[in-house]
């Protein structure tokens, strides 16, 4: 059985939809900008290492946010993986299959590049004088590969457009009668098949281990005492900050996805729910920024001081970092 419910008529409207999208992407762009200055120009000496992991994730996270708030817009007609564009790129002719392939890459990128931040981080810690250091490298590149083909299949199985329609309909009959306009982009008729597809993606796996192996190597330093305990804890905490930065932008994600398992399981199709759904998806990389500048001490200190000049800021646990850097020695 199909349910056709709604929250409020004007949720359901593409005008809401790009509207907020707008708004979105107007709050979220000096945002981005003031955190990639941050990262570039504030980021402390000793911790020069993870600048550039730290600023590839924050440049995908923008380059996701610009295209799902401004350059496409998707309109989608969730159960069905179905929908059109309101973004600029539709006014350009970009055909939609490019616009969705653009997006899967993007989101594909920023779980590269989370990966690769705590790869960083292993790296520098534990692995710099082992084999892993000369397989770096080819495992990035793989990788990314990965992010840029492992969608072909899908691509490259988009189903005739008008029989394709015709069949989602049937087995969706909540569905407005204009999904079957032109402007609607129906990209498979085969939800599990898409599903299989994205798992090809194994970055959030790959995450998943790389924060093992620093919290595992972490606590056999501790026992074999090869690292003094304030040294221990001075890692655990930067830890602690990188997890918190990836994991609170998780939330305007998880919401929707849970969403989306919930529309499709129970046939559910709600235009309202599926615009906040994407509305809240395009906040993640806002959220990220803002995460990254209030964990780490020096971006914030840094926007305080622009807020209010008088502002004075001693980061302790910085100099505390540099001190063990330069001086390993006190700390053993």
Request: charged share 10%; proline share 5%.
């Amino acid at each position: 059985m199909c349910m056709n419910t709604s929250f409020a008529k004007f949720l359901d409207t593409p005008q809401f939809l790009s509207t907020t999208m707008y708004t979105i992407t107007i709050i979220g762009l000096p945002v981005h900008i003031f955190g990639g200055l941050c990262v570039v120009f504030k980021t402390p000496t000793q911790m020069c290492n993870m600048k550039w992991p730290m600023l590839t994730l924050l440049l995908w996270s923008a380059s996701l946010d610009l295209s799902f708030g401004f350059l496409v817009i998707p309109f989608m007609y969730q159960p069905v993986l179905a929908g059109y564009s309101l973004g600029i790129l539709n006014g350009f002719g970009v055909p939609l299959r490019v616009m969705y392939y653009i997006c899967v890459v993007q989101i594909a990128g920023v779980t590269v590049s989370v990966c690769a931040l705590f790869e960083t981080r292993f790296f520098i810690l534990y692995a710099k004088q082992s084999c892993w250091k000369h397989l770096r490298r080819p495992w990035l590149i793989l990788n990314y590969t990965i992010c840029v083909v492992y969608m072909i299949p899908t691509y490259l199985s988009i189903p005739d457009q008008k029989t394709g329609k015709a069949y989602q309909f049937s087995k969706y009959p909540c569905l407005p009668q204009e999904v079957y306009d032109e402007k609607v982009f129906l990209l498979t008729t085969w939800s599990t098949g898409y599903a299989y597809n994205m798992s090809l993606n194994t970055a959030v796996q790959q995450t998943l281990i790389f924060v093992f192996l620093i919290y595992w190597n972490m606590r056999k330093s501790m026992v074999e005492v090869k690292m003094s305990k304030r040294t221990l804890d001075m890692h655990r905490t930067f830890l602690k900050t990188i997890i918190l930065q990836v994991t609170i932008p998780l939330i305007t994600v998880m919401g929707p996805l849970m969403l989306n398992f919930f529309t499709i399981y129970n046939s559910y199709y709600n235009q309202g729910a599926n615009n906040l759904s994407i509305s809240m998806m395009a906040t993640h990389g806002l959220v990220s920024s803002l995460a990254m500048i209030y964990l780490h001490k020096s971006y914030w200190a840094t926007l305080l001081q622009i807020l209010s000049p008088k502002f004075i800021f001693e980061d302790r646990e910085t100099m505390m970092f540099s001190r063990v850097h330069q001086h390993p020695q006190q700390f053993s």
